[in-house]
């Protein structure tokens, strides 16, 4: 499963860019890679990891802004089309494993 991460956060004070700030970080700190600007994604085991990565962006949230979650499956995300542009291959976020001899 994938869970992903959209928002629309304000950047208009210095307590709002303090927020954006530390919400991203947190993104990034737990493992979540940027689609695109404020798209972030996350594999997830099953659907009970799933749910805890979600309950844990909830109690990061910033205190104003939208912040959306989907959650998603391997298969559908798989199947997403690129318009204009094209995927980038420098980080390995698929749930094979590798075995390295």
């Known amino acids: 499963m994938r869970i992903i991460v959209m928002f629309d956060l304000p950047v208009t004070t210095i307590s709002d860019r303090r927020a954006y700030t530390q919400f991203r970080k947190y993104l990034i700190k737990n493992g979540f890679l940027m689609l695109q ?7 997830a085991q099953n659907s009970t990891a799933a749910d805890l990565i979600t309950q844990g962006v909830r109690k990061n949230k910033p205190p104003s802004g939208l912040v959306q979650t989907l959650k998603i499956t391997e298969k ?4 997403m089309e690129y318009i204009v542009g094209e995927r980038k291959n420098e980080v390995l976020d698929s749930d094979e494993r590798v075995v390295i001899l």
């Not at 600007?37 to 594999?43: D, F, P």
């Not at 559908?76 to 199947?79: A, G, K, V």
């Open 37 to 43: 600007e404020s798209v972030y994604c996350k594999l």
């Open 76 to 79: 559908q995300f798989s199947r």
